[in-house]
């Protein structure tokens, strides 16, 4: 490990913002059994009295990287709480380090791996879910999707009535298996393109599930009530294209679209798989050598 990671471990324990606990903190073993156990972290349901000391709404982003699409979001919306979450500290070292000299109140970093994510958040204590350039798993399992039917049963955990899931992506595949997904299960889609850049957010009253339909508390989310809306709709609209991932922005640079969809994961019971619903055979070879720089290219033959 070089001097450099080292040197950012060391200062990633000097900040407040960012939580990294141990193993031992959320994993236990059964007695009498070698396995371990998912057990709650005690911030769990406590993130906006300990961390943040209000009791705004929270938005996490999963998968964040060097957290700068958190703080992008977090210095836009002061009066909500951001969470950045990912594996990787020497990466969160930089919206850790910036969060800290920049006295930014309202962004934390979570270091863990997003399967233990229900361990630390508790019933309704998250507003939305920003998936942002998520790894499609081309080659992996279709369980470690951060849209798969898995995770969803994660978030619905702590995620508020009314809540909803934004996925970012670059990835068509990614962007059409989530669809499949929403489809099986009945879920509401609430916003949707193939190239958001292009084609701009337009959000009427009708795609609702009912004209007095609210989004969780936020300016860059929808309020049905008063008016049409729009105002709202452009600050979403603003929001989604207006801050951009280091990826991101090589993507357009390239020309290549970006897709955006916002949905809710309300469901009784157990989530479905797509399975034949989803061609994935399709969306592969759709993906072809996009996956350049956040992803590998998918070799075939």
């Not at 989004?215 to 709709?233: K, V, Y």
Request: proline share 6%.
């Amino acid at each position: 490990m070089g001097h450099g990671k080292l040197k950012k471990f060391a200062e990633n324990e000097t900040f407040r913002c960012l939580l990294q606990p141990d193993a031992s903190a959320i994993l236990d073993k059964e007695p009498g059994s070698k396995e371990l156990k998912l057990k709650d972290h005690p911030i769990k349901g406590r993130w906006g009295a300990e961390m943040f000391g209000n009791s705004n709404p929270i938005v996490l982003e999963l998968g964040c990287g060097k957290g700068d699409y958190t703080i992008a979001l977090a210095q836009r919306n002061p009066d909500i709480n951001y969470i950045g979450v990912d594996i990787k500290g020497a990466r969160l070292w930089k919206g850790a380090k910036f969060a800290t000299e920049n006295a930014l109140p309202n962004v934390a970093f979570l270091r863990t791996r997003i399967e233990f994510i229900d361990a630390f958040f508790g019933p309704e204590e998250v507003s939305e879910i920003w998936l942002t350039f998520s790894d499609p798993q081309l080659r992996g399992s279709e369980n470690a999707r951060l849209s798969s039917p898995l995770f969803l049963a994660r978030y619905r955990k702590f995620l508020a009535p009314g809540g909803i899931v934004h996925l970012k992506t670059d990835s068509r595949y990614l962007y059409e298996y989530t669809q499949s997904v929403c489809k099986v299960n009945g879920l509401p889609v609430y916003f949707e393109s193939t190239d958001v850049y292009k084609e701009g957010i337009y959000i009427p009253k009708s795609s609702l599930r009912d004209p007095s339909h609210r989004f969780a508390a936020g300016p860059s989310l929808l309020r049905a009530e008063g008016g049409n809306g729009f105002g709202d709709i452009y600050a979403l609209q603003k929001d989604v294209t207006e801050v951009q991932t280091f990826y991101e922005k090589m993507f357009l640079e390239m020309g290549l679209p970006i897709t955006y969809m916002a949905f809710g994961i309300e469901h009784e019971g157990p989530y479905r798989f797509p399975g034949d619903q989803f061609d994935h055979e399709k969306w592969l070879e759709a993906e072809g050598p996009r996956r350049s720089f956040s992803h590998q290219p998918v070799k075939r033959g």
